[in-house]
């Protein structure tokens, strides 16, 4: 929010100067989505097994997911899914197979996709996050345009007056959003070999800024 310049254009035979200022408007506002994915891995000498292990643990998983998917409150789609050779160390020979899998979940309703996450066994969590829906920004900056504007015309206003002037005219005017960094998918914590059955997963949502900035210029009035 400073000053950016003062410039001075020829208009007829009145000439007339232009200021070029900024202002900004922000909010705290709840995340409202919750991430969470979970994931399993399997390791063996047949590469087949390994698969159809992975290929069953998802499958379960996925099963018990979508009895509560639900668009927007509760979406739910698999993620990575991998399998690769391991190696012996000496011979550089393959002596096994390694892969995992991955179920990822995220939505509005947290509650349910915490009580989800407690409730499949076949995978563990991995990694937690919030983030802020696309809903719940725009309406934070509708809410918050007006305060960013109201004080880029007080700014005008008062700047004109202490440079001698009667008054101001908008001119170039510029509204922007910053976008809201998501909080980060955080990795889990695997105690005694994670939740309990049909323990619901305790989240906390935390706070994100919204921001609206105004900038542009304006011509000073005598």
């Known amino acids: 929010m400073s000053l950016a310049a003062l410039a001075v254009s020829a208009h007829a035979a009145e000439p007339q100067e232009r200021l070029s200022l900024s202002a900004s408007a922000s909010a705290e506002v709840t995340r409202d989505v919750l991430s969470i994915a979970l994931s399993t891995s399997r390791d063996g000498n047949d590469a087949a097994a390994v698969q159809a292990g992975l290929k069953q643990a998802?499958?379960?998983?996925?099963?018990?997911?979508?009895?509560?998917?639900k668009p927007g409150q509760v979406d739910v789609q698999t993620g990575a899914f991998s399998l690769a050779p391991r190696y012996d160390s000496k011979t550089g020979k393959i002596n096994g197979w390694q892969g995992s899998a991955e179920l990822l979940?995220?939505?509005?309703?947290?509650?349910?996709?915490?009580?989800?996450?407690?409730?499949?066994?076949t995978l563990t969590i991995a990694r937690v996050g919030y983030s802020l829906s696309r809903e719940a920004r725009e309406r934070a900056e509708s809410e918050i345009s007006a305060q960013a504007i109201a004080r880029y015309r007080a700014k005008a206003a008062d700047y004109a007056k202490q440079f001698g002037y009667a008054g101001y005219v908008v001119g170039e005017v510029n509204l922007s959003g910053d976008e809201p960094s998501p909080r980060p998918m955080l990795q889990a914590m695997r105690v005694g070999g994670g939740l309990a059955a049909a323990e619901a997963l305790p989240t906390e949502a935390g706070k994100a800024t919204v921001s609206v900035n105004v900038?542009?210029?304006?011509?000073l009035k005598n």
């Open 105 to 121: 979940v995220e939505g509005r309703d947290a509650a349910a996709i915490a009580q989800l996450a407690g409730r499949i066994n």
């Open 58 to 69: 998802l499958d379960t998983a996925l099963a018990e997911a979508r009895k509560v998917a």
């Open 215 to 219: 900038s542009g210029s304006v011509l």
